[in-house]
């Protein structure tokens, strides 16, 4: 089912290397990234006095590619174009790459993922919030508008960049250089980006912004014909994360991602139902709850109701070790659906690089 842009074993097993650049008819799903805000590892542990005692950040700073190590929740959905025409308006490319969030540690994941899973391109970004762990990577930008993103005779490429109204506002305050390049110092040289504002539950194409409205609701017959053109719709769906504070979970195909929740309404909740693959956040291990993050119950509790066929946890600190979970996980897993009689669940813990396919 799975594959991770680390190993170099046997592509066919789960955990191996996979180079999805060479699988030219599947659609992915890359994960960038799969921790919460702080990463791992954690400075904090790895200069504890006399000697660190976190078995996991040790692990992650010195195995060489430990799954343990962890940069902020991030991920990377590609999709094939199924027509010679979806394929033209990328410029002969076979497939659109859409990356959600870009936070404090994007740079170095890409760095680590974007080689080893044969990724280039990015087509589009969307925000699923405001804070520093989704949006601070948007400077890092520049180097696919101005070097990788190059239409022959066109010059660099624009990036569109999708965000709630809040995001919008909190990145025009943090990077007014970004949203209006005439602010910008120095050379000047700065991510070509033009931003387009998401509305819940409205459906909308990343990669083809002149399908929307004008800037912020989508037209309802535009609508439709995007959805009959060969590109990657998304719909998004408000979710609490933490007290006044929401977030964008996401619907594409058979997948729900929901990197950031505390709290799924009701509303939100139907249109979640269904899902053939669930991505969620899962801070911590154990009963334990928090403010603003599910925790393993509450995700466990999750993918029991919605019975996903697959469940990946995402969003996780380095109170989770990857391999001991994960055999955890499995013999939970395996108990609960001997005991439901139902469609067996499969959960497990995503790690950076792990390369999942999917239809979509």
Same mark, same amino acid.
């Given at each position: 089912?799975?594959?991770?842009?680390?190993?170099?074993?046997?592509?066919?097993?789960?955990?191996?290397?996979?180079?999805?650049?060479?699988?030219?008819?599947?659609?992915?799903?890359?994960?960038?990234?799969?921790?919460?805000?702080?990463?791992?590892?954690?400075?904090?542990?790895?200069?504890?006095?006399?000697?660190?005692?976190?078995?996991?950040?040790?692990?992650?700073?010195?195995?060489?590619?430990?799954?343990?190590?962890?940069?902020?929740?991030?991920?990377?959905?590609?999709?094939?174009?199924?027509?010679?025409?979806?394929?033209?308006?990328?410029?002969?490319?076979?497939?659109?790459?859409?990356?959600?969030?870009?936070?404090?540690?994007?740079?170095?994941?890409?760095?680590?993922?974007?080689?080893?899973?044969?990724?280039?391109?990015?087509?589009?970004?969307?925000?699923?919030?405001?804070?520093?762990?989704?949006?601070?990577?948007?400077?890092?930008?520049?180097?696919?508008?101005?070097?990788?993103?190059?239409?022959?005779?066109?010059?660099?490429?624009?990036?569109?960049?999708?965000?709630?109204?809040?995001?919008?506002?909190?990145?025009?305050?943090?990077?007014?250089?970004?949203?209006?390049?005439?602010?910008?110092?120095?050379?000047?040289?700065?991510?070509?980006?033009?931003?387009?504002?998401?509305?819940?539950?409205?459906?909308?194409?990343?990669?083809?912004?002149?399908?929307?409205?004008?800037?912020?609701?989508?037209?309802?017959?535009?609508?439709?014909?995007?959805?009959?053109?060969? $590109?990657?719709?998304?719909?998004?769906?408000?979710?609490?994360?933490?007290?006044?504070?929401?977030?964008?979970?996401?619907?594409?195909?058979?997948?729900?991602?929901?990197?950031?929740?505390?709290?799924?309404?009701?509303?939100?909740?139907?249109?979640?139902?269904?899902?053939?693959?669930?991505?969620?956040?899962?801070?911590?291990?154990?009963?334990?709850?928090?403010?603003?993050?599910? $925790?393993?119950?509450?995700?466990?509790?999750?993918?029991?109701?919605?019975?996903?066929?697959?469940?990946?946890?995402?969003?996780?600190?380095?109170?989770?070790?990857?391999?001991?979970?994960?055999?955890?996980?499995?013999?939970?897993?395996?108990?609960?659906?001997?005991?439901?009689?139902?469609?067996?669940?499969?959960?497990?813990?995503?790690?950076?690089?792990? $390369?999942?396919?999917?239809?979509?």
């Amino acid at each position: 089912m799975t594959a991770s842009a680390r190993d170099t074993q046997d592509a066919t097993k789960p955990g191996s290397y996979l180079n999805v650049h060479q699988n030219l008819d599947q659609d992915w799903i890359v994960f960038l990234g799969t921790a919460t805000s702080e990463g791992v590892p954690r400075v904090s542990c790895l200069t504890e006095q006399p000697a660190p005692r976190c078995r996991v950040c040790v692990d992650a700073s010195t195995r060489p590619q430990s799954p343990n190590r962890r940069r902020n929740t991030s991920l990377v959905v590609r999709r094939r174009r199924r027509t010679l025409d979806g394929r033209e308006a990328l410029g002969g490319r076979t497939h659109e790459n859409v990356v959600i969030d870009v936070g404090k540690f994007f740079y170095q994941a890409a760095i680590d993922v974007f080689p080893a899973a044969g990724l280039r391109q990015i087509d589009a970004v969307v925000l699923t919030h405001e804070h520093a762990d989704a949006t601070n990577g948007l400077d890092d930008l520049r180097d696919w508008t101005l070097n990788i993103g190059r239409r022959q005779g066109d010059g660099p490429l624009c990036i569109p960049v999708w965000g709630d109204a809040a995001t919008l506002e909190r990145v025009k305050s943090a990077f007014p250089y970004l949203v209006e390049p005439s602010r910008a110092t120095g050379s000047g040289l700065v991510p070509k980006l033009s931003f387009h504002q998401i509305e819940a539950y409205e459906r909308f194409c990343p990669t083809h912004p002149h399908l929307a409205g004008n800037g912020s609701c989508v037209d309802a017959n535009r609508a439709r014909n995007a959805f009959e053109t060969d $590109c990657l719709n998304l719909l998004p769906i408000p979710v609490e994360h933490g007290r006044d504070q929401s977030c964008l979970a996401f619907r594409f195909g058979e997948v729900v991602y929901m990197s950031d929740v505390s709290c799924i309404p009701p509303k939100a909740m139907d249109a979640i139902r269904g899902c053939r693959i669930l991505v969620v956040d899962a801070l911590h291990p154990g009963t334990g709850t928090h403010i603003s993050h599910f $925790c393993e119950q509450q995700a466990l509790e999750l993918a029991i109701e919605l019975r996903p066929e697959y469940t990946f946890f995402t969003g996780m600190t380095h109170m989770w070790d990857h391999e001991r979970d994960n055999e955890r996980l499995a013999a939970w897993a395996a108990a609960e659906s001997r005991r439901s009689g139902a469609r067996p669940l499969h959960v497990e813990l995503a790690c950076d690089g792990l $390369c999942v396919p999917v239809n979509l």
